[in-house]
């Protein structure tokens, strides 16, 4: 059986890219079988069309506009905005930008509360994917989500959720039930957010809150408060700090998103402290004591995405992006400086899940719904530039 999610011809010719015979996957995607699918001449997918954003299309050189067009409110969940991907969904903690091909950019699209997963994409409507079964109860419920690594083989999508009696990895493909791959995460009345990243070297990095309890990132014994490093069964990944052991770093209290630089050569977690919220460079074998920036102000540090010359990071109270200097070694160049909080006209309120597309774009998920002030097209997924234009004009709260 052919495996096709919704109506998308674009996911189909990506997955053409590998799937070049007829495989079966026992343990992944049990009773389906993969059909030859024709391979493409190219190494890769082709890239997105992207739509124009602030006066640009996807090519280098922008296009010129003397005088941005006003953008037209939301009526109901009809959003006038071109960056707009999805509207009327619940509350968007994750997304994953999908393979891309010359229809457009798609993502996969995941709602805290609900625990739905949706396949989105320009000019068409949300598909469900599946449903998961999640306690959404404090901060918890499903808020991180990642593509396998090698997920033009597989279909798997990786989801991280809040259950009755824990937090956990699960894995899934459209049509099946999900599969439990890494379980007992403790749970807590609070710090049960949890986020996902594959590190480009085929394992996935799972950074888990503390449960409330603040000694449990510093306990090794204990799957709380980690960046962990696993592969796709949920083992400790080959080439850990210590072998046979899933950490990877400690010292997480409540993580709001994970991020990597396009080369994989720095990874980012963005956390939420006592007294303040941070974000650490991730490296193998440490404590997260030492962050590359702090916000004594807490604005709530959700997604994040490197860009190569800025980290960009949504916040889910203050309503903006920090827009993060980033120095040729990889470490942070000067004071963050607040983008996209609708002063300028560029904003959407809170944002939630964030992931690139590449160094120019990125899909974030905005969460109006959780505590802010939501217009009637909320929850959006929105495509982002990753170093937008000053003084530009492109959504409006």
Known sequence: MRIRWGRAPWLLAACGV????CASFDDRAAGQTFE???????????QPQLP???GSSGSATPRPQASPTPIPPPQGCT????AVVATCLDTVSAVAALPGTDSGPAALAAERTSGRVLQVASGGPATQLTKLDVNAAGDGGLTGLALSPTFGEDQLVFAYVTTATDNRVVR?????QAKPILTGIP???SGNRGALLTDGKGALLVATGDAGNPS?????????GK??????AGNAAAGNPTPGSRVLATGVRSPGGLCKSADGSRVWVTDHGDTADLVYRVTAGASLVAPAWTWPDKPGLAGCADSGQSLMIGTSVAGNVQQVPITLDGSVGGQPKAIMDGKNGIGYGRYGGMDPVDTRYAFVGTVNKDGGNPVSSDDRVVLIQLQPPSGGGSGKD
Do not use: H, M
């Open 187 to 189: 749970k807590g009345a």
């Open 227 to 232: 960046v962990l490093r696993i592969d796709t």
């Open 79 to 82: 959003d006038f905005d071109k």
């Open 18 to 21: 590998v799937l070049a015979g």
């Open 52 to 54: 124009e954003i602030d």
């Open 216 to 224: 449990a990132g510093a306990d090794p014994n204990s799957l709380a």
């Open 36 to 46: 030859p699918a024709p391979e493409l001449s190219a190494p890769a997918g082709p």
């Open 172 to 176: 899934f493909t459209k049509g099946q």
